[in-house]
């Protein structure tokens, strides 16, 4: 079963906590600031590595606790990313966390993840996120490099023609997507017959 919802979040609107400054928290951090670098982020954990506090150095966006996780760290948190070593203690952040109602990843413990982090390929404002349902994140790296290469470096100019058009096209809803499905119809094998 393939029941994964996707969505994009604008992070520099919410509050991500990250638990855990070892190899996975930084993989995470480096994920959230890559896509959304004016995301606001807290980290805690008793020990960070030196990338991560680089990473602080540079950006007042993110504010960095050197000590283990407690209760009171979530709140004010949107989205929790629990990286820890500690995998009983992983779950128990998450089922404190799940009384708050506040979507949890714990990075050691898929079945009980509310949200997956995905790999991203990005072509300008392009952004294609892909999701092995938890199966293999290297082979979703890998597709990730396949698409990179195969998807051309053009398409914002299409984007902004086509933004061009919406914007321009008067008229009611039902006519704009008329008018915008016609002129993209050649776009697509399905509809342009070959
Ligand atoms: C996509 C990506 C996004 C990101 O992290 O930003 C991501 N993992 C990435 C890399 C990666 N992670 C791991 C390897 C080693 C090789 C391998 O196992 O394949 C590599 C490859 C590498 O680093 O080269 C190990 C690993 N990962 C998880 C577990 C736990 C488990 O499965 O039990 C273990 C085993 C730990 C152990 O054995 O101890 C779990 C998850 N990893 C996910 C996402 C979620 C599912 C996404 C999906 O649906 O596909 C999920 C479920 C939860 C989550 O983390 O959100 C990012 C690629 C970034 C890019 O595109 O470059
Ligand atoms: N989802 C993924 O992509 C992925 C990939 C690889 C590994 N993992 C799993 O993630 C977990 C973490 O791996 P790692 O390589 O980052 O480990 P690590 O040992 O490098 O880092 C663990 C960090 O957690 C901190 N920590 C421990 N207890 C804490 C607490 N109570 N509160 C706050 N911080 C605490 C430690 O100080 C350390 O900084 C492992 O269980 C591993 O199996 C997940």
């Given at each position: 079963m393939n029941n994964l919802f996707p969505i994009f979040l604008k992070l520099e609107n919410l509050h991500t906590l990250i638990v855990g400054g070892g190899y996975v928290g930084l993989e995470k951090l480096t994920a959230v600031l890559d896509n959304s670098p004016m995301a606001k982020v807290t980290l805690v954990s008793p020990e960070i590595r030196q990338e991560i506090l680089d990473m602080a150095e540079r950006n007042s966006r993110i504010n960095l606790i050197l000590r283990k996780f407690e209760d009171?760290?979530?709140?004010?948190?949107d989205l929790v990313i629990v990286a820890t070593n500690d995998k009983e203690e992983n779950k128990r952040m998450w089922e404190l966390a799940r009384t708050r109602h506040i979507l949890t990843n714990v990075a050691d413990t898929p079945?009980?993840?509310?949200f997956y982090l995905s790999s991203v390929v990005r072509k300008g404002n392009l952004k294609v996120a892909i999701s092995t349902n938890g199966m293999s994140p290297t082979f979703a790296k890998r597709l990730k490099e396949v698409l990179g290469d195969a998807l051309?470096?053009?398409?914002d100019t299409a984007m902004e023609q086509l933004k061009a058009v919406r914007d321009m096209l008067k008229g009611d809803f039902a006519h704009k997507v008329e008018e915008l499905n016609r002129i993209t119809a050649v776009l697509t094998t399905k509809n342009n017959g070959e």
């Open positions: 009171e760290d979530l709140s004010a948190k079945a009980i993840c509310d051309p470096d053009n398409l």
